[in-house]
């Protein structure tokens, strides 16, 4: 027996998880992706020898999804082990095993949704094209498996790691792909319409109006259309066999009718009204608990379950008293109204109306209540680990017990992670496994939860240093950083995922230019309209600014008028070509600030009510706030630290009108 | 056969999406140049514009037209010669000055890849880290739009190919440096809906369409070039539309063809690796310049030699809309644009340099025309446009 390097990754990541436009998706996506990474790490786990990622623990230790329980744990979509094997012929043999087992579990979660699809929406679907679709995916399309595998010679664990990475590389380099035969005779009757959720593969769904060209009646269309409704598919929308599944895991097998089952994690829209609907347990509970009422006495009604469903609360376990268990759309400035009008067209109008007459009174009332309705702003947080792959290649040089040390605090990283992410900071882990992970967060607690999260990844930190790990550059610094999207919650889903993507690679990078020991952290504002603002830092230092900023603004002691002056110099007086500190416009803004903090604000804070606190005079000492900005417009050497000190503020005010929501009084940001 | 070279000037920014529902927040385009079957049914509809009705026979007549494009080209005023961008290759990493070339690497003893990885003889190692750094794949030159696909000039592509990194290099990073600029940038546009019962603006319902906005100045005037064989002798219409919202784009024929093979430059390039040739052979490296319509990721072999390695960064799929049947066609997946590929080995400068200058800006396969389904060959639709060029395995790599 000799000892193997055996590296393996699946995907597609992308028409897993990104390719999502509903809460749904993403999660079916990125739970199916776990699963099957899961089979083939239980597939690899029985051969001898070391398991480095998920280890062994770790494995065992999964928390599964079952049916009473559909929240269970993730697992990377990388895998990684030393494995002793007789020969090369024995590893290979291993490595099909492992993909067979990957492509059966897609496949039997395929066949039990098609079979779910079949009793449900029996006139929606073209089963040839879905079965052999499924047939297509079990004979190597759609699921990506990429193994290599290097002995571990004379060179040690550390060469062959490093070989098997480069292997892996040069594996992924060629992203091979099989084309079905669309053209042959047993394609015949499909629709090639293109699935919305994955442009490779054709629609597997019919469209209300084919019913029509073939001589059905009216009542039978409007059937079908009420029935897309109630499966959470858009009219005119075409899904593939895997995104049709994904719609439909969530619903449960009752008498031959769809009924939606709560969801396993919280919509986005429940994440996005999160801080609201605490204010609202506050300041407005009489309101909410006849809302709670209404929306549970709809509980059983499917017409309710259509567009409201019962779902997840997300700091609380599946079983666990929850604030507001249910998609919180309905919430939203004109949710009943756009409800109403989207479903209006699909729905029998008579029963609709009354599930909406009878909301209509308890949500106007907590509106009221709460002086109008929820910001509908969502924060996506993607965090990656800086320099693991050195650091687990360093700690192979010393050898396999230095390596278990630091796979074992990867591991307890990923097992807190989502902990963090939902009962601390009231969000949803949609992926999370080794060293990375995306979460949907409430915008005022999303800076909180990268914070917490990098303190959770101290261990690795330490570890690292225990272990002295180094490379050829020197002793190595691991960290975590992240990139953080704060949209609204009607902005794309996939659009919102490559911003993110974005933000974090521009942290990763900013930190590797400056060769920074600390993880940093990009943050972005896509504000519904209004120009795109983004800020980055030291991941600790970017927090404390704009903490420091939305407390100012919350409390009222800072405006948003330094913002505007950066601005509106910058639009007068920036000339790219001479952005240093010399430049004259730089040297009029700060003046322009200076003179601005000492009459504005005071001014500013008279007519709103608050205390004047000014750092002249003899008054009451400034707010924190108040001098650091005074601080930092001293410090401005350039054009660019300007636009980033603005950009800070504005995505500081978008904190703050979202944090006083779910303060006591309601705050009233400007 | 009349050949006529198309320079084809979008006056909007072109809208050409994938088939897939426009989100209502203008989230970009992938690629800024029109997908295949958009660019093939604008050609094929602008030489029968204005003649009526097209009957069955004349949409299979039309199959028999051949399209060589698109190139994505500039013209600087005044100058007679466009600059020519191709998708970057697929085989380049990092960046202008510190560029890192994808290595043919073979396994060693013992070593082993998954089934589907096991087709290829050599893989392709396009580096993703470098002293710890990751690696930007492709690679865009400087001063090349951050949210724009990467392009690459011709001259640094054919460099590329040739095995003469440094001169590529060159050319990427002297771009900003010429003050070259990139001849096209994305463009979103606000529209509101319309109702559908009274065919009026419906209140605050706002969506975005994104574009991509070609250069018209007239020091950087940016198009496309499309060489079209019509066996009619047909010539275009002065304005027609190509891709979505009904965006017009101006037809002229230009009476300079597509980019000349340079057979003195080839024989160059060889002449630097003749010890190599005569020792082991060098491999035929084919870039792809339009997307590979393969049935698959991968070619066939070309002209008797094997394909051995290849550099495919994923999948793209078009579909398109059959005009006479009145329906969807079937999804086709495609090698991207930018797709490398290896074949070989050949141990003879001739054959090498024959087939390169037969490749030359050529279709890398031909295919069968389906009369059934109304689709030309994919060759004749200008699917896998090859940039010939060289590799030479490097045997010290296999330690």
């Known amino acids: 027996m000799s000892d193997w390097v055996l590296n393996v990754a699946l995907g597609p990541v992308g028409r897993f998880i990104g390719a999502g436009r509903r809460s749904r998706d993403l999660w079916w996506g990125s739970t199916w992706l776990s699963e099957c990474s899961l089979a083939v790490a239980k597939v690899l786990h029985v051969a001898e020898g070391l398991a480095l990622i998920p280890s062994r623990d770790r494995v065992k230790k999964l928390r599964m999804r079952t049916r009473q329980d559909q929240y269970g744990d993730r697992i990377s979509n990388h895998l990684l082990l030393v494995i002793q094997a007789s020969s090369a012929d024995e590893l290979k043999s291993l490595v099909e095993r492992a993909e067979r087992a990957a492509r059966d579990h897609l496949v039997e979660l395929l066949n039990r949704n098609a079979q779910r699809a079949d009793r449900r929406a029996a006139g929606l679907l073209r089963p040839p094209s879905l079965s052999r679709q499924i047939e297509a995916i079990s004979n190597g399309d759609f699921l990506e498996f990429y193994a290599v595998w290097t002995p571990v010679n004379d060179g040690g664990l550390r060469k062959a790691l490093a070989r098997a990475e480069e292997l892996m590389d040069a594996r992924k380099s060629a992203r091979l792909f099989v084309s079905p035969q669309w053209q042959s005779p047993e394609w015949q009757d499909a629709d090639f319409r293109k699935s919305d959720l994955d442009a490779g593969r054709p629609t597997v769904l019919r469209e209300a109006r084919d019913a029509e060209h073939g001589g059905r009646d009216r009542a039978h269309v409007q059937g079908l259309r009420e029935l897309r409704a109630r499966l959470g598919i858009s009219p005119g929308e075409h899904l593939d066999a895997v995104g049709l599944a994904r719609r439909l895991a969530c619903f449960e097998d009752t008498n031959g009718a769809p009924r939606l089952v709560p969801l396993p994690f919280p919509p986005l829209s429940r994440v996005a009204v999160d801080p609201w609907l605490h204010g609202a347990a506050r300041r407005a509970t009489k309101e909410l608990a006849s809302l709670r009422e209404a929306l549970c006495d709809r509980e059983n009604d499917d017409n309710f379950s259509v567009w409201c469903s019962k779902a997840r609360d997300p700091e609380t376990s599946a079983n666990e008293s929850a604030l507001f268990p249910y998609d919180a759309s309905l919430l939203l400035e004109g949710g009943l109204d756009a409800l109403q009008q989207e479903l209006g067209r699909t729905t029998q109008q008579g029963s609709l109306d009354l599930v909406i007459r009878d909301l209509r009174g308890p949500v106007e009332g907590l509106h009221e209540a709460m002086g109008g309705p929820p910001q509908g702003y969502v924060a996506l947080l993607s965090m990656d680990g800086d320099e693991v792959g050195n650091a687990l290649h360093a700690a192979a040089h010393l050898g396999k017990e230095a390596l278990e040390k630091l796979t074992d605090a990867l591991d307890q990283f990923a097992e807190r992670a989502p902990d963090i992410l939902s009962k601390s900071h009231n969000g949803c882990a949609f992926y999370a496994a080794g060293d990375e992970l995306l979460a949907f967060l409430p915008v005022d607690k999303a800076l909180g939860a990268a914070t917490a999260l990098a303190g959770a990844f101290a261990p690795v930190v330490e570890m690292v240093l225990k272990l002295r790990l180094q490379d050829e550059r020197g002793p190595l610094s691991v960290s975590l950083s992240g990139g953080l999207v704060i949209a609204h919650l009607k902005h794309d889903l996939r659009d919102l995922r490559a911003h993110a993507q974005e933000a974090l690679d521009g942290a990763k990078r900013a930190r590797r230019q400056r060769d920074c020991a600390q993880g940093w952290l990009e943050v972005r504002e896509l504000p519904r309209s209004g120009v795109e603002r983004s800020c980055r830092g030291p991941l600790t230092k970017i927090g404390a600014a704009l903490d420091c900023w939305s407390d100012g603004i919350e409390q009222k002691k800072l405006s948003m008028r330094t913002a505007e002056k950066i601005l509106d110099h910058a639009e007068r007086f920036e000339d790219p070509k001479a952005a240093d500190l010399g430049s004259l416009g730089v040297e009029l803004l700060k003046s322009a600030l200076e003179s601005q903090e000492r009459r504005g604000e005071r001014a500013w804070a008279a007519e709103h009510g608050a205390v004047a606190d000014v750092p002249d005079g003899d008054g009451p000492k400034p707010h924190p706030a108040q001098r650091a900005l005074a601080q930092r417009v001293v410090d401005l050497g350039s054009w660019h630290q300007a636009r980033a000190l603005a950009a800070e503020l504005q995505i500081a005010r978008r904190l703050a009108r979202v944090a006083a929501q779910r303060s006591d009084s309601g705050g009233g940001a400007p | ?399």
């Open chain 2, 1 to 399: 056969m009349s050949s006529k070279v198309w320079q084809i000037s979008p006056r909007d920014p072109v809208v050409a999406g994938d088939g897939g529902p426009m989100p209502a927040l203008a989230v970009r385009m992938p690629n800024p140049l029109p997908p295949q079957p958009t660019l093939v049914g604008f050609v094929r509809s602008a030489l029968v514009a204005g003649s009526g009705h097209v009957s069955k026979d004349d949409a299979r007549a039309l199959l028999n037209v051949q399209i060589r494009g698109p190139l994505l080209a500039a013209w600087s005023e005044g100058g007679t010669e466009p600059r020519i961008w191709v998708p970057a290759t697929a085989d380049a990493a990092g960046k202008p000055g510190a560029l890192h070339r994808g290595e043919l690497l073979k396994l060693r003893p013992g070593e082993g890849v998954d089934p589907v990885g096991s087709q290829l003889q050599y893989l392709v190692h396009v580096p993703s880290k470098h002293k710890g750094e990751k690696l930007k794949s492709p690679v865009k030159p400087l001063g090349w739009p951050a949210d724009a696909p990467a392009f690459w000039p011709l001259e640094a592509a054919l460099a590329w190919a040739l095995d003469d990194l440094a001169l590529a290099d060159r050319w990427l990073q002297s771009m900003e440096l010429v003050g070259a600029r990139a001849p096209l940038r994305f463009e979103p546009r606000v529209h509101v809906a319309l109702d559908d019962a009274s065919g009026t603006a419906e209140a605050m319902a706002l969506f975005s369409s994104t574009g991509w906005r070609y250069d018209d100045r007239p020091e950087n005037e940016a198009g496309l070039l499309v060489e079209v064989n019509d066996p009619g002798g047909r010539g275009p219409p002065p304005l027609a539309v190509l891709g979505g919202e009904g965006r017009p784009s101006r037809i002229r024929t230009t009476p300079d063809g597509l980019p000349a093979f340079d057979a003195n430059r080839y024989q160059r390039a060889v002449d630097v690796h003749a010890e190599a040739l005569a020792q082991r052979g060098l491999f035929l490296r084919v870039q792809l310049l339009t997307p590979g319509c393969f049935g698959g990721a991968l070619p066939p072999a070309v002209d008797g030699l094997k394909l051995v390695a290849a550099a495919v960064p994923g999948m793209q799929s078009v579909s398109g809309w059959n005009l006479q049947a009145r329906g969807p066609r079937a999804v086709r997946r495609l090698a991207p644009a930018g797709s490398v590929y290896h074949f070989g080995p050949v141990q003879s400068a001739g054959q090498l340099l024959e087939i390169c200058e037969r490749l030359w800006l050529r279709p890398l396969i031909k295919g069968e025309q389906d009369r059934d389904a109304f689709l030309a060959a994919p060759g004749a639709d200008g699917y896998a446009l090859a940039l010939p060029g060289i590799s030479v395995y490097n045997f010290s790599s296999e330690g």
